[in-house]
């Protein structure tokens, strides 16, 4: 099983990015799939679930209205898109299904 970020990099407070965990070793289309992020000096915290279809999604109260978890089941990809984005929003943010993550891709809220 793999999974890989990409998209993170440096954004101004109020800007967007949009996240892509692409995933291999397992059928993707079986499973639900989540975005966790770790800030510097805290827990890891979820911040959205997407269920096998993509019909069925989850967020923590802190992004709702904000961020938008979708997936590509022919591109085995999950994304999240991240609109207006806050400094303490600075963090590593993870891929994950069941006990498998990836190595995390940074986002970087700074002016």
């Known amino acids: 099983v793999q999974l890989v970020e990409s998209g993170g990099g440096l954004v101004q407070p109020g800007g967007s990015l949009r996240l892509s965990c692409t995933a291999s070793?397992?059928?993707?289309?079986?499973?639900?799939m989540k975005w966790y992020r770790q800030a510097p000096g805290k827990e890891r915290e979820l911040v959205a679930t997407?269920?096998?279809?993509?019909?069925?999604?989850n967020y923590a109260d802190s992004v709702k209205d904000r961020f938008t978890i979708s997936r590509d089941n022919a591109k085995n990809t999950v994304y999240l898109q991240m609109n207006s984005l806050k400094p303490e929003e600075t963090a590593v943010y993870y891929c994950?299904?069941?006990?498998?993550w990836g190595k995390g891709t940074l986002v970087t809220v700074s002016s």
């Open positions: 994950n299904r069941l006990s498998n």
């Open positions: 070793g397992f059928t993707f289309s079986s499973y639900p």
């Open positions: 997407i269920g096998r279809g993509g019909g069925s999604t």
